[in-house]
């Protein structure tokens, strides 16, 4: 059993995802379910004069956007980079990591199928992708038989796919943060936080021990196959469990260098903590989280 399978049970929403045929339909879905998934599709048409095509932006604006944060912040130039890499990769790739195994699609972006609104400068407002993009898919796929749709006849033909995905938008992205100066294993090891932060958040509101076990060798064993060479091993998925229920969460092998912000603690996938220590405070989210849910 492919992983898309074994965590259809898992994802949670009010609305049915039966009708959610567009990726901008699908990526709507996907945000009620969870808001942190935050990437949106648009017509191109439809766009406002607030959004920007990536490729004009990055060439015109990353680099302001990096002075500003990092004077904001008040730190350097690759702290802020790694920073605002975060940002982007939070929205970006872990939405389109929920697309690919829930709905089983990939979309074949390029830099000018994605819009970025930034009205401050240098937070990112709003991430949109081109909704008539051509995408990959299953032959199951309700736009299967779609001029837009190049259906591939496995999910391990679909992994590779998101792969290609990856290394297209993280290669291109990875030349305008050599700029910034920010070295290649933070930069992918960005990237790969951002996939593997989806399994911790679809997992968030618990599981028992014996399917989170089983549910963390395979998204370890799924990242091994879907991340580029140059990104394996910068990330991985853990288990975490109190006396009733376990989650999912990511140690991470490189550092986003958070706590260099003056008043800002180790995030919680940080890798300068133990991993003792990691898993405390992993599980003091989900019991504070755990009783909000109960209130």
């Known amino acids: 059993m492919h992983i898309s399978a074994q965590l259809q049970p898992l994802w949670l929403s009010k609305k049915t995802s039966n009708s959610c045929y567009s990726l901008r339909e699908q990526l709507a879905w996907l945000h ?75 979309p074949i972006v390029q830099f000018n199928d994605i ?47 998101f792969t290609y995905l990856l290394q297209q938008i993280g290669g291109g992205l990875s030349i305008f943060f050599e700029k910034e100066r920010l070295k290649h294993r933070p930069f992918w090891g960005s990237i790969s936080l951002a996939v593997s932060v989806f399994f911790m958040r679809l997992t968030e509101k618990g599981l028992s021990k014996e399917v989170a076990s089983q549910l963390a060798l395979n998204a370890e064993h799924w990242l091994e196959n879907i991340m580029p060479e140059i990104g394996k091993n910068l990330a991985h998925v853990r288990v975490a469990e109190n006396n009733q229920q376990a989650i999912l969460y990511v140690q991470r092998e ?35 989280f755990s009783a909000v849910i109960k209130t």
């Open 115 to 161: 819009f970025i609104s930034t009205p401050n400068g240098e937070k990112i407002k709003s991430l949109q992708i081109n909704n008539n993009c051509p995408f990959v898919c299953l032959a199951t796929d309700p736009l299967a038989s779609e001029s837009q749709a190049t259906v591939v006849e496995s999910q391990e033909k679909l992994d590779e796919a």
């Open 32 to 106: 009620n379910a969870d808001d942190n998934f935050k990437l949106k599709a648009i017509d191109k048409n439809q766009l406002d004069d607030k959004h920007s095509l990536l490729n004009k932006w990055l060439s015109a604006n990353l680099s302001n956007a990096i002075e500003l944060f990092g004077k904001k912040n008040e730190v350097n130039q690759n702290v802020a980079a790694s920073m605002w890499l975060k940002s982007f990769n939070n929205q970006f790739f872990t939405s389109l990591t929920a697309l690919r195994l829930k709905f089983n699609r990939v």
């Open 254 to 288: 490189t550092c986003c260098m958070k706590y260099k912000i003056d008043g800002k603690k180790n995030c919680a996938t940080c890798q300068l903590l133990s991993e003792e220590d990691r898993h405390k405070k992993i599980l003091n989210v989900f019991l504070l």
